[in-house]
């Protein structure tokens, strides 16, 4: 089975200010990983995955992550933050073989003060 | 991109009556799709796992004879939510996976806001 720890359940942060998001996951075999954002009162919306090869990933938005896998670390970046970053962000794993269930964090509220 | 759509975006009814919730993949088939609830400012709790033509898995603690999932076809799931109370009132997600050789994703509908009066 898997776990994903977002620690920070609330994050404010100014207006191009930087921002890293915190993912740490367990797992007894080799998972996938995914970045999603939520919107209000919307679905989830994919931002970057891992899958395999480079460990920086990038994705939409100016956002990106990078796979640690001695840390079990997938933490997502921005270097300068918008207004319209502020949504609840999910990380989630799902591994290689087997289990096709994506297992969530409990999600980061990232909140942009202008 | 692939694109999952929810039909209704919201519902409203009255304890006791059924609804039903569509989720569609638009642009791609997919053999597998999920149905999860959220609560407000939590996380998404997974219900079921719906494979095309044959029975969906309910996870532990999911009423399966309250929440009939029916997979038709490789681009259409729905959710039946039977004899519905205030309880049940919630953000139903469904999303859908896209696998292919060098991916393999879920995309997510818009979701659905079920109040039940």
């Known amino acids: 089975a898997q776990s994903v720890t977002q620690l920070d359940s609330q994050v404010p942060v100014f207006e191009e200010a930087p921002v890293e998001l915190r993912c740490n996951y367990s797992?007894?075999?080799?998972?996938?990983l995914f970045w999603y954002v939520q919107y209000p009162n919307q679905g989830l919306q994919l931002l970057l995955k891992y899958l395999s090869g480079s460990t920086l990933v990038k994705g939409i938005n100016g956002f990106e992550a990078e796979f640690n896998k001695s840390q079990t670390s997938f933490h997502l970046r921005k270097p300068s933050v918008h207004i319209s970053d502020t949504a609840e962000y999910f990380c989630?794993?799902?591994?290689?073989?087997?289990?096709?269930?994506?297992?969530f964090g409990t999600g980061t509220r990232l909140t942009i003060i202008p | 991109g692939a694109v999952v759509s929810q039909h209704p975006s919201w519902v409203i009814c009255k304890s006791g009556t059924s609804v039903k919730i569509e989720c569609r993949s638009l642009?791609?088939?997919?053999?597998?799709m999920f149905w999860y609830r959220q609560f407000p400012k939590q996380s998404l709790m997974l219900m079921a796992t719906s494979n095309e033509g044959s029975k969906a898995t309910y996870e532990q603690g999911v009423e399966k004879d309250k929440f009939l999932i029916n997979h038709a076809s490789l681009t259409l799931s729905t959710l039946t939510v039977t004899s519905a109370h205030p309880e049940d009132s919630s953000f139903y997600i469904c999303s859908a996976r896209l696998s292919l050789a060098e991916t393999d994703t879920q995309y997510f509908g818009p979701g659905t806001r079920l109040t039940v009066l």
């Open positions: 797992s007894s075999v080799s998972v996938y």
């Open positions: 989630a794993v799902r591994a290689y073989f087997g289990n096709e269930k994506l297992t």
């Open positions: 642009d791609f088939q997919a053999t597998t």
